[in-house]
């Protein structure tokens, strides 16, 4: 396969050579995906909703992705949401700001993936879909230690044949590529996943019981499969390591990988995701009567006397009255905010199964231009997961002169505590085997201008085997109270496309609950008496 500048490529590979930015038209989803069929159809099922005599006044806590598309659902169904954000920045897990250079940093390193319908769906709908930039269909993997003859860094590619259908452009992907796995290694992996091609979502959901490690051992895959492949998939999908990962998120990924034939193609946003996404749902649902408010911290849910929620207790006193509540809080902080009350209530005590992972991202500026791709690049590091210049994939922060690597160190449990100036350190060492050429942790080569690191803490839950048993649905057993967020029950994972499809559901939960009267807009107070 090809890997780069020198290597040979085959006669129909569309990719671009090592430094070229190459940017591809938007695939034809609608024609490929039932998922995305479906999830269009959602969309006008949600505006087909009979329309309320009265809008719910929903109060939505949190202006991620999933309350940010609750919101826009929500506005489609003909209601009024208002969504309560604790910080000034739109985006919660995909925020960004901008450094005293001005040059913007993100919190993690965002792909979109054709196996995204409700993201893609979304981009449609605002009328935004050019600010993807799409990708070579390709998986890229860095063959750290290797060169090539110029002495650069050598990658591999999985390239998914354009002219072929899924699944059978993945399958060639996978048996073209011999520099990875062998052919006895691919026929055993192949063979491993026969179960999940004959018995579908009912096997997938099974393989939830064991890790990635162990279902590579019962299903007799060589190690080597793991070592190869896996370490670095686990690490991107859920920013932990195939030992502790759930196989049902693999082959959940697999699963639409092999099953829609651009569901493995990737693409960046051309920007900031604040600005050039979570803006525009913000604007789309303050253009059809909803509000969207920064710097305002939740202290408390109050109740009724019936446990329903009484209003919202916002710190400096202000109080939220409405007439239903979402919380599209991660599952963390929502644990911290539970009242009493519904504590041991078994619908919110499967919150405790659940815990979000820690995630440090990192930016490094170089005062040169380093030899990369356009596009994600897995870097089968044993610090970090995936990497890319994104002076190179990103209109946004184009730089024809320097390179700005985005990287994703995971697993980041034993790191999280550490000094950033440790992890910097770690880092370059680490890219002094990607880039032998290019960059020496001593600084002798390429000069590191200046770094950040983002420490999250907390991230998306934690996807260990079992999780799927403490996954609660959007609709609770309190009956003006809704959660959004892609921990809830939805078969997209821990992911921006499962936050932003928990929000649609959110949403058409609370406006079918209100076609069915079970929620209701209140009545007007009644105009105080007028004494002579």
């Known amino acids: 396969m090809a890997g780069a500048a020198g290597d040979n490529t085959p006669w129909w590979a569309d990719y671009p050579a090592p430094g070229v930015r190459r940017d591809f038209p938007r695939p034809p989803l609608e024609e490929t995906s039932e998922n995305q069929r479906a999830s269009a159809q959602l969309s006008e099922y949600i505006k087909s909703l009979p329309r309320p005599e009265k809008p719910l006044k929903v109060a939505i806590i949190g202006a991620g992705l999933a309350g940010l598309s609750t919101a826009k659902y929500l506005t489609d169904a003909g209601h009024e949401p208002t969504i309560y954000e604790s910080r000034d920045v739109l985006g919660g897990k995909v925020s960004a700001w901008q450094d005293a250079d001005g040059d913007w940093v993100e919190t993690g390193l965002h792909i979109f993936f054709g196996a995204y319908p409700n993201v893609n769906q979304m981009f449609k709908e605002l009328g935004i879909e050019d600010r993807l930039q799409w990708k070579s269909h390709s998986m890229i993997f860095a063959m750290p230690g290797q060169q090539t003859a110029e002495g650069f860094q050598r990658f591999s590619r999985f390239e998914f044949p354009q002219f072929l259908p899924a699944p059978i452009n993945g399958i060639a992907a996978i048996l073209m590529n011999n520099e990875m796995l062998t052919w006895p290694e691919k026929i055993r992996f192949g063979i491993g996943l026969l179960p999940a091609i004959l018995f579908g979502q009912a096997y997938v959901e099974e393989c939830d019981k064991l890790s990635v490690s162990e279902w590579m051992r019962k299903q007799g895959v060589p190690e080597r499969v793991n070592e ?60 059809r009567g909803g509000s969207v408010l920064l710097e305002k911290r939740l202290s408390k849910i109050e109740l009724n006397d019936d446990n329903t929620v009484k209003c919202l207790k916002l710190q400096g006193g202000e109080t939220v009255e409405a007439d239903v509540y979402v919380s599209a809080m991660p599952v963390d902080p929502l644990k911290l905010m539970l009242p009493e009350p519904w504590r041991p209530l078994p619908y919110f005590k499967l919150l405790d199964g659940l815990k979000g992972v820690p995630v440090i991202n990192i930016h490094l500026w170089f005062d040169r231009k380093l030899t990369t791709v356009d596009h994600l690049l897995f870097s089968r590091s044993p610090l970090l997961s995936v990497y890319a210049d994104m002076a190179l994939t990103c209109n946004g922060y ?23 100036e440790e992890i910097i350190a ?37 996807a260990t085997p079992g999780r799927e048993d403490f996954r609660p649905v959007q609709t609770s057993p309190i009956n003006n109270f809704f959660l959004a967020g892609c921990f ?45």
């Open 228 to 287: 190869e492949v896996f370490i670095a998939m686990a690490k991107a999908l859920n920013f932990i390591d195939p030992d502790n990962l759930s196989m049902t998120v693999v082959l959940t990924a697999l699963n639409r990988f092999l099953q829609e034939t651009h569901g493995s193609k990737m693409a960046f946003l051309d920007g900031p995701p604040p600005t050039r996404l979570c803006q525009p749902m913000a604007d789309y649902v303050e253009q």
């Open 398 to 420: 184009r730089d024809d002169e320097k390179s700005m690597l985005e990287l994703v160190f995971a697993p980041a449990k034993d790191w999280i505590g550490r000094p950033d």
């Open 488 to 532: 809830t029950k939805q078969k997209y994972l821990a992911s921006m496309e499962g936050a932003t499809f928990s929000g649609k559901l959110c949403a058409q939960a609370i406006a079918e609950a209100a076609v069915a009267g079970r929620v209701k807009a209140r009545a007007p107070e009644p105009a105080a008496a007028v004494v002579a």
């Open 426 to 462: 770690a880092t370059m060492k680490e890219l002094e085997i990607l880039f032998p050429n290019e960059i020496s942790a001593d600084g002798s080569k390429a000069k590191l201008l200046k770094s950040h690191v983002v420490k999250t803490p907390l991230s998306v839950y934690e």
